[in-house]
């Protein structure tokens, strides 16, 4: 699976899914301090779910009916790093072929999966 992490997800996150054989590109190493929605442009043109911390990513997919591969919502504040890790990369082993074209909301319960509208030609 290709996911691109905005630079809000922790970078163990990040080097756990690498180290799963997923391709991930990192904003924090790409191209830090760009907005949302150039986040979300440079997902689409890559073809890659979208992982996130950030909440503005449901208004610009919902509200603004910007399209996506996939929007995956991590919302685990209050654990640890080591607990994040885990309930993420667990996740999204046992969801993977759920993600694409959906908005996504990982927290501690589990995982709440939302169909979108898919881009066109994908």
């Known amino acids: 699976m290709k996911f691109l992490a905005d630079e809000n997800v922790d970078a163990q996150i990040v080097e756990t899914l690498r180290g799963n054989q997923h391709e991930v590109v990192y904003v ?4 830090p301090g760009i907005s949302d ?7 689409n043109r890559e073809g890659c779910l979208l992982l996130t911390e950030d909440k503005d990513f449901g208004e610009l997919v ?25 309930i993420v990369s667990t996740i999204i082993a ?15 319960n589990g995982i709440r999966i939302r169909q979108q509208f898919s881009l066109a030609g994908s």
């Open 28 to 31: 924090a190493e790409l191209a």
């Open 37 to 43: 929605e150039q986040v979300l442009a440079l997902a």
């Open 62 to 86: 919902f509200r603004m009916r910007r399209q996506s591969h996939g929007v995956i919502l991590i919302r685990l504040a209050g654990l640890s790093s080591r607990e994040k890790i885990e």
């Open 94 to 108: 046992a969801h993977v072929d759920e993600l694409k074209h959906s908005f996504s909301v990982i927290n501690s």
